[in-house]
């Protein structure tokens, strides 16, 4: 499969920035907390459809920092990868510079879009485990296209295909190891520009868009709606609520796991005060 395309695929954006990540993993078993071990990503230019560069960095986790079998037999990665890993903030900072170096000649205002085969990658598990970290990562993750939305535009189908099964169905040979983060990027790389070239126009189709702020009056409307929230790290969306109980905490907004029950508690410790 050849990385060139025609020139001149009229796109919006001047690059698309593939992503695929790895994480930790259990078989029929969810892990908490899940975490990045491989941060790959492939940049296409959105002019010509070329692959300009690729990236990728393993990330050392910290919870569950053996890998379970299943985890190095499913995705390649060994032990010792990872060991030798950097953090997942170190990756963010590595990643961003390379960006800015592989970007550098692009046009003064040139645009850039992530491109991701599901939701995944930017809305549950990378935006959830830099909230349960604390990590800062760049704006350009808040907002990505799944590419499953133009695919199905441009290929129909019914049913939900995997990312093999959509690189089959549109006359593409799969390239390398199935579950290993940089060679599922570089497949989506390659599907995205068959699917540019089949006329589709790619837009942004997921964001994490910011709650909307409330006034004063809205909020003593209604005392138990706090400011902010966002995913759990378990990947369920987050809980609201006001402490009751008395004490130095009392009347203080919070969001915490929503994945919750009385009699197992919460699923991952995901809590964050919001006044």
């Given at each position: ?33 899940q ?12 002019a ?26 499913l ?50 598990m ?21 590419l ?35 060679d ?59 402490v ?8 203080r ?23």
């Amino acid at each position: 499969m050849s990385s060139a395309a025609a020139p001149h695929l009229l796109q919006e954006f001047e690059f698309f920035l593939v992503v695929d990540f790895e994480a930790t993993c259990e078989k029929d078993k969810r892990i908490y907390p899940q975490e990045i071990i491989e941060f790959p990503s492939v940049l296409v230019d959105g002019a010509t459809g070329r692959i300009q560069s690729a990236f990728r960095r393993y990330v050392r986790p910290k919870y569950h920092s053996v890998l379970t079998p299943f985890c190095r037999e499913l995705t390649g990665i060994r032990q010792e990868d990872v060991d030798g890993g950097v953090d997942l903030g170190e990756a963010l900072l590595l990643h961003h510079r390379w960006l800015q170096a592989a970007t550098a000649g692009a046009r003064k205002g040139g645009s850039l879009a992530v491109v991701t085969w599901g939701d995944w990658d930017c809305r549950t598990m990378l935006e959830s485990e830099c909230v349960f970290k604390g990590i800062e990562k760049p704006a350009y993750f808040d907002r990505w296209v799944n590419l499953r939305v133009p695919f199905q535009a441009v290929l129909g189908g019914v049913g939900r295909v995997n990312l093999q099964e959509a690189v089959r169905a549109a006359g593409l040979q799969w390239e390398g190891r199935l579950h290993c983060g940089l060679d599922d990027a570089r497949n989506t790389a390659h599907l995205l520009v068959e699917i540019m070239r089949r006329g589709a126009k790619i837009a942004i189709t997921g964001s994490l868009a910011p709650p909307p702020i409330q006034h004063k009056e809205e909020e003593e409307q209604q005392p138990h709606t706090s400011l902010c929230g966002g995913a759990c790290y378990c990947g369920v969306a987050s809980r609201g609520g006001v402490v009751a109980v008395p004490g130095p905490t009392q009347g203080r907004c919070f969001w915490g796991c929503g994945n919750w029950t009385p009699a197992m508690g919460a699923a991952c410790p995901y809590f964050l005060w919001t006044n």
